[in-house]
């Protein structure tokens, strides 16, 4: 099973992007589903996290602009991202953990904010 992300591109400062992480088959007992970035010469760090019980967290420096969602059968990851800034280009990665603490990484997909 893979990981598929999609939805970077290039936005302006102060822009909105929506980023989806697809599975390309089923995979069980997930618990919990990330969004991590990588922003050029740093390292990854985790931007937002949705719980098995659907608790959500957020990195300091996205909160109250980006909202992470699954839909109702728990396979699909999305990140709404708005009021960008230029400190948040990166490649975005999401991330799955299963309760047996299987990893499953998407392939990156690159945001920049750029005027």
């Known amino acids: 099973v893979q990981l598929q992300a999609s939805g970077g591109g290039l936005v302006q400062p102060g822009g909105s992007l929506r980023l989806s992480c697809a599975a390309s088959?089923?995979?069980?007992?997930?618990?919990?589903m990330d969004w991590y970035r990588q922003a050029p010469e740093k390292e990854r760090e985790l931007v937002a996290r949705?719980?098995?019980?659907?608790?959500?967290v957020y990195a300091d420096s996205v909160k109250g602009r980006f909202t992470i969602s699954r839909d109702n059968a728990k396979t699909t990851l999305d990140l709404q991202m708005n009021s960008l800034k230029s400190e948040d280009t990166a490649v975005y990665y999401c991330?799955?953990?299963?309760?047996?603490?299987?990893?499953?990484w998407g392939n990156g997909t690159l945001v920049t904010v750029s005027s």
């Open positions: 949705i719980t098995r019980g659907g608790v959500t």
């Open positions: 991330h799955y953990m299963t309760i047996g603490l299987v990893n499953y």
């Open positions: 088959g089923s995979i069980f007992s997930i618990a919990f």
